[in-house]
């Protein structure tokens, strides 16, 4: 594979010339800092290997819109753009950053199974918290990180406005659930009847089932790979992209 030439700067949506090319200009820090604004990810290099870094933070939008002061992530501008990592020869690995508590089951489902379908390397990190749904996009990636101060809650699932009181609805809530562990489950160290039990645990959250694990426990558990930091986690993706290299 030839080697690629690793621009000066390069902007955080895809890179703005095939590499080899020379750049007519540099992209300003405006132009930076408004894909940083809108998407939420970067891309950044190191010699001639080229990563995206994504970023999923606050509240994982579903199919309603939430308000203009709810910090979201939203699943209609994270697929698109995983896709183009995936099929951008010139980007190598994707590092994502979450900081998240939760959000629409159904989009964030959507997020990690394009994370975990994806060939290239990539390496997840949840700083601050990955709690809910973003446990399933935590071990989505080929490796996962936690910093030591993070934390996750593992919970059932839960739903807000009208319920119908049927049977039906709590087969449906068990459904959903199950695609929950399942996912988590085969992407991940932890056994299915010891997720459960963290799910179901009613010792431990004082108004809500289940348990909040720290970065230390959610490795001990199985959900995560390592404890570390950011600088740890990219460190991972670039022996990634280097085994990857030479098996080429």
Do not use: W
Request: glycine residues 8%.
């Amino acid at each position: 594979m030839p080697k690629k030439n690793c621009p000066e700067s390069v902007r955080g949506d895809l890179l703005p010339n095939p590499c080899g090319e020379e750049k007519e200009s540099e992209p300003s820090d405006d132009e930076k800092l408004g894909q940083i604004n809108e998407a939420g990810s970067i891309i950044t290099c190191r010699n001639d290997k080229i990563i995206h870094c994504l970023t999923i933070i606050g509240q994982v939008e579903g199919h309603y819109l939430l308000s203009n002061s709810s910090k979201t992530t939203k699943y209609e501008h994270v697929i698109p753009l995983l896709v183009s990592v995936e099929e951008d020869s010139r980007i190598d690995g994707l590092l994502v950053l979450i900081n998240t508590v939760g959000g629409d089951v159904e989009a964030g489902l959507a997020i990690a199974e394009v994370i975990s379908g994806m060939k290239k390397p990539t390496v997840s990190i949840v700083l601050g918290g990955g709690h809910s749904i973003g446990i399933p996009l935590a071990v989505s990636a080929k490796r996962s990180f936690i910093a030591k101060s993070a934390s996750m809650t593992v919970h059932p699932v839960r739903t807000t406005g009208l319920t119908l009181g049927v049977p039906q609805t709590f087969e449906y809530f068990k459904r959903m659930q199950d695609r929950i562990t399942t996912f988590v489950v085969e992407n991940s160290s932890v056994s299915r009847e010891r997720y459960n039990q963290l799910v179901l645990n009613t010792g431990e959250l004082v108004m809500d089932v289940g348990t909040i694990l720290d970065g230390e426990r959610a490795v001990s558990e199985g959900l995560i790979d390592e404890v570390g930091t950011v600088s740890q986690a990219i460190e991972a993706l670039y022996k990634m992209i280097e085994d990857n290299s030479e098996k080429e």
